[in-house]
């Protein structure tokens, strides 16, 4: 079992960076694939990135490709999310989850165990 927690959320203005961090407390956190979904008010949660125990794959809606990069440090049990070039459509509440195996089915919600609180991120135009 995984306990997460997101941080680093705020309000900015379009074109800025954020970097979103995920902590999880663990012993076998290595083990698990992690991923980012955001739900923004009224929409349904989708998925924006996605990698593996080992960092040797991973995923990326198209709106996000390019722009954010999902990283992870194993020793230190957290996630990140490095958002640049911000655009307003990626105003949510960014979530963290994890999952036990990476397979093609990344991208969908039910597929992940664990979840954290979320984190608010406001873009301004």
């Known amino acids: 079992q995984l306990q997460v927690g997101e941080s680093g959320g705020g309000l900015v203005q379009a074109g800025d960076s954020l970097r979103l961090s995920c902590a999880a407390s663990?012993?076998?956190?290595?083990?698990?694939?992690m991923g980012w979904f955001r739900q923004a008010p009224g929409k349904e949660r989708e998925f924006v990135a996605a990698i593996s125990g080992n960092s040797d794959r991973t995923d990326y809606t198209d709106s996000v490709s390019g722009r954010f990069t999902i990283s992870r440090d194993n020793a230190k049990n957290t996630v990140y999310l490095q958002m640049s070039s911000l655009k307003p459509e990626d105003t949510a509440v960014y979530y963290c989850?994890?999952?036990?195996?990476?397979?093609?089915?990344?991208?969908?919600?039910?597929?992940?165990?664990?979840w954290g609180q979320g984190t608010q991120v406001t873009v301004s135009s």
């Open positions: 663990g012993r076998t956190f290595s083990s698990y694939a």
């Open positions: 989850a994890a999952r036990i195996y990476y397979t093609h089915s990344v991208v969908l919600p039910s597929q992940y165990a664990y």
